[in-house]
């Protein structure tokens, strides 16, 4: 099956310095923002902290093909981490931060996880998960007794390390598939997996989203492959401003995006429904907006039109976005493109050959 976008270009190097490769150039600008606190990371400060968090990972003898698990809500560290981990050759490992701790320890015995952080508020659960599982080291958002703060792996001085990393073979992150039966297995996605879907996504035929100049509502999780490639890795690749809420409340939801004047929202289908229906999004300025996804689910033509047509924008919709690499998919343009999607499923920029897909079974 080919693609009716048109080919891509796939450099071989690391999601780190795909995601980051705008970042010198960008310096003041912000790239992720806190929406409840306004608290901002640029692009310079962005890269000067996975610098200093890779080195310290080094300092705690952290090196290539270790695993270090994210337990935690959406906050800007959040994509520090990850990118920090990824410079040195590691492994990320993304947990529902509504896991107990029972099936948190399930995942970190399964991944081999070594190291983990979270925030003050899930500390009790990770530090019993951690018990279980035998992680050496748990991290802190914050500060909380009983937990190394994340501040002092950022501060932790000196230059990482020089690691050679293979995009095509080296794992990059183990996010963890529910499936259809048995346990949540780890999906192993390697540097060039992520890159790959990156420039699958920029590459698809009459594709508008994530430019410098837009800012992207990130409220769906960074744990999942949605939120942590589409909405997170895409936004920051592409050098725009991903604006990061915690959790999803339809009000704060309706505020912040009037407040920071947001343009793309990426959505999923119940929310779409609620910004239909419910009567609050009326008191609310939404003219900033230019384009909505809708993904992880299949969403109705006529529910897409009605909030389209409230909205006054374009929405795209993606049937499915998976943990192998995500399932990035553009509204066809023409009768043609339609069948082609109706018949196929619709893949950007690239033949189909049957990608090899890891599952890490314990």
Not at 134 to 159: K, M, N, R, Y
Not at 170 to 175: A, E, G, Q, T, W
Not at 328 to 333: A, N
């Amino acid at each position: 099956m080919r693609s009716s976008s048109p080919d891509v270009s796939i450099p071989d190097v690391s999601i780190t310095d795909y995601v980051l490769r705008h970042a010198a150039r960008l310096g003041d600008k912000p790239a992720l923002i806190d929406a409840p606190t306004g608290r901002t990371l640029t692009y310079r400060q962005l890269a000067e902290s996975v610098r200093g968090t890779a080195a310290g990972l080094a300092k705690r003898g952290f090196k290539k093909g270790d695993v270090f698990a994210i337990y935690s809500p959406n906050l800007p560290e959040y994509a520090v981490i990850f990118l920090a981990v990824a410079s040195v050759g590691g492994i990320n490992t993304t947990a529902n931060p509504l896991y107990t701790a029972d099936e948190l320890a399930k995942q970190l015995a399964d991944s081999r996880a070594r190291f983990l952080v979270t925030v003050p508020a899930f500390l009790d659960k990770a530090q019993e998960a951690a018990r279980k599982s035998g992680i050496e080291e748990v991290f802190v958002f914050g500060s909380a007794d009983g937990a190394t703060p994340f501040s002092d792996l950022l501060q932790a001085g000196g230059e990482p390390p020089a690691v050679r990393i293979d995009p095509g073979a080296d794992l990059v992150v183990l996010p963890y598939s529910s499936g259809t039966t048995g346990f949540p297995k780890g999906v192993m996605l390697t540097h060039r997996n992520l890159v790959a879907n990156l420039c699958q996504c920029e590459g698809m035929k009459n594709f508008e989203g994530f430019a410098e100049n837009d800012i992207t509502i990130a409220f769906l999780p960074f744990f999942h492959i949605y939120g942590m490639v589409v909405i997170m890795m895409l936004g920051l690749a592409g050098g725009g401003t991903i604006l990061v809420m915690p959790r999803f409340d339809l009000q704060e939801f309706l505020g912040f995006t009037q407040k920071y004047r947001v343009t793309i929202l990426p959505l999923v289908p119940p929310v779409v429904l609620g910004l239909v229906k419910h009567p609050a999004v009326a008191q609310f300025d939404l003219s900033s907006v230019r384009l909505v996804f809708s993904g992880a689910a299949p969403l109705g033509e006529d529910m897409a039109r009605e909030l389209g047509r409230k909205l006054g924008c374009r929405l795209s919709r993606r049937a499915g976005l998976r943990h192998d690499g995500g399932e990035p998919r553009h509204p066809p343009e023409s009768d043609q493109e339609r069948a082609h999607e109706a018949g196929l499923g619709r893949m950007r920029g690239a033949e189909h050959r049957g990608e090899d897909l890891r599952h890490r079974d314990g």
